[in-house]
């Protein structure tokens, strides 16, 4: 445990902060009568001091400095400066030989004044990094219910996609039907279990992309031309779980069907805690049907970057003559 998450160590501040203050008098005035007051007065009014320093920062403060009752803050003060002045008369009255004269007059009254000034600022700061810490919190908690939210939504859109995949093999009473099955039960077990960790190797989102496009061959075969080339030098990095499947999915999605010579091309590269990734596709750019439900996959990934890359990551996307390429950069973990 750090010491800065010990639950002694800010108590372990102010008892180190109140003890050097209280033996700095004891110290210099040791047996020695100042200014006409007796030698135990400045300890025993510090102490007092620190009563009134608490005083204000946990009661005083919390309950009453506030637009509606800031002017009973303001007399609890008064009020209390004005005890504490007099009390102490009447108590160093008591004491033999003692005298009031213009300097004690000071000593006697001033005293608690940068007690409260203290009090008052360490309130303030307090309820300021409290309140950054609930924000923080808050932030956190958000930020970790959209990422939940947009995660959920892509195990759906790839399953509508995978079975709408089956439904053409079926479709053809192809032979290929069963193995595609296997392959998608191997894909729905790393989606189930694998993906609901907050990062995971590269390398398994790696074979995540193989599974996928050999599961896309298996329906459309040399119909499309597929060339993949992957190089990771990094396989023990760490990247968001299904971060990549969405470029390739649109890319089988738009880049097949009504497409002359239709080809897609993937690059994948991991070096030194970066990533980059390329894919490009051509496409029937007078082919303007298009599902509802188009799309999703790529905003879904670019909200996910943004939540957790932000800064990190370099996404460029360009769409021209019947050509859609996508090139991100990313920092990894």
């Not at 047996?31 to 009134?52: A, S």
Request: with cysteine.
């Amino acid at each position: 445990m750090t010491q800065k998450n010990s639950p002694y160590f800010i108590p372990g501040i102010h008892i180190f902060i109140w003890a050097v203050l209280l033996a700095i008098p004891a110290i210099m005035f040791s047996g020695e009568t100042v200014i006409g007051l007796p030698e135990n007065f400045f300890l025993l009014t510090n102490i007092y001091n620190i009563g009134l320093f608490y005083l204000n920062a946990y009661i005083l403060y919390p309950r009453l400095f506030n637009r509606k009752y800031w002017w009973l803050y303001m007399l609890s003060i008064a009020g209390l400066l004005a005890f504490s002045y007099y009390a102490k008369l009447f108590l160093l009255n008591l004491s033999p030989g003692f005298q009031l004269t213009e300097q004690n007059i000071r000593v006697i009254f001033f005293p608690p004044v940068p007690f409260f000034i203290a009090s008052f600022i360490f309130r303030l700061v307090s309820n300021r990094i409290r309140f950054e810490k609930l924000e923080k919190e808050r932030r956190a908690e958000r930020l970790s219910s959209e990422l939940k939210f947009l995660r959920s939504q892509v195990s759906p859109h790839f399953l509508f996609n995978m079975m709408a995949n089956m439904v053409a093999l079926a479709r053809q009473k192809s032979d290929l039907l069963e193995p595609a099955l296997i392959k998608l039960s191997d894909l729905l077990r790393y989606m189930l279990y694998d993906s609901n960790e907050e990062k995971f190797p590269v390398s398994k989102e790696i074979d995540l992309l193989k599974n996928y496009i050999d599961l896309q061959q298996l329906r459309f075969g040399e119909d499309v031309d597929v060339k993949l080339e992957i190089k990771n030098e990094c396989p023990d990095c760490l990247i968001e779980p299904l971060l990549l499947i969405p470029f390739i999915e649109n890319a089988f999605k738009h880049g097949i069907g009504m497409v002359k010579d239709p080809f897609i091309s993937i690059q994948l590269e991991v070096k030194a805690k970066q990533l980059l990734f390329k894919i490009i596709n051509n496409y029937n750019s007078n082919n303007f049907s298009k599902d509802k439900n188009s799309g999703i996959g790529m905003v879904n990934v670019k909200n996910r970057l943004e939540l957790l890359y932000s800064g990190k990551y370099k996404l460029q996307i360009t769409d021209q003559d019947g050509i859609y390429a996508a090139q991100l950069n990313l920092m990894l973990l």
